[in-house]
């Protein structure tokens, strides 16, 4: 058990200094070696774990979505919050992710070569947590249809944050404010609960520290 217990810290310190790695250099920061040495472990340790840099990333990236799982899990479930309050929070979650952590988000949404299917099986609870928010909004008959909508918007509304798309003159927008349109056009087309009007300039909440829009 001693041994067991040992292994999987060894493997979750690796977890943390890969991704640590990415956060500051991105791809080319990540290898075998520095990882190990930045968790400060063994220079084998780290590929008694993992093959290479590829299978490394992928439990990397799978971890990332076992983490926003939980969090949009924790946003189904509050009680506090209405299902327009939900819903913001969890295109929240997404944008904020890219915020914090642009390479990681990229990475989530990548198709490794060795494995092209494996983030979109790890992903799988995160968009079954996601449908069912959506859902309490537009109904389940429009749930899957409406969710592909807004998941692809929240990457897009990402993606130009991300690249100063949003910051100048031309779109006069913030992320904030699309999202509010986002759940208030949803909610009208298909009669659902989210009836409240957008409210300008609100801050998106750090949906991992901050407390979620009520």
């Known amino acids: 058990m001693i041994r067991a217990e040992t292994a999987a810290a060894t493997r979750q310190a690796l977890l943390e200094a890969a991704a640590e790695l990415l956060d500051h250099g991105g791809l080319e920061a990540v290898t075998l070696r520095a990882v190990g040495a930045r968790a400060g472990v063994t ?10 840099k590829e299978h490394l990333m992928i439990a990397v990236g799978s971890h990332a979505w076992d ?9 189904h479930r509050d009680p506090t919050l209405t299902p327009a309050a939900k819903l913001r929070a969890l295109l929240a979650a997404f944008i904020n992710l890219a915020r914090r952590q642009p ?12 494995d092209p299917t494996a983030f979109a099986r790890a992903a799988q609870p995160t968009q079954d947590e996601s449908l ?4 309490a909004v537009t109904g389940e008959h429009h749930a899957r249809r409406y969710a592909a909508l807004l998941l692809a918007s929240a990457d897009g509304i990402a ?3 991300l690249t100063g798309q949003l910051e100048g003159d031309k779109w006069h927008t913030t992320a904030e404010e ?15 609960s989210a009836t409240e009007a957008p409210r300008k300039r609100r801050a998106v909440p750090d949906t991992f520290s901050e407390p979620l829009p009520s």
Do not use: C, K, N, W
């Open 103 to 114: 390479h990681l988000y990229r990475l989530m949404f990548s198709s490794p070569a060795s």
């Open 43 to 52: 220079r084998g340790a780290p590929y008694r774990h993992f093959p290479d």
């Open 67 to 75: 983490e926003l799982g939980q969090r949009i899990g924790a946003i």
């Open 178 to 192: 699309l999202i509010d349109t986002l759940v208030t056009m949803v909610a009208a087309q298909t009669h659902g």
């Open 159 to 161: 993606g130009m944050e």
């Open 132 to 135: 069912q928010v959506v859902a």
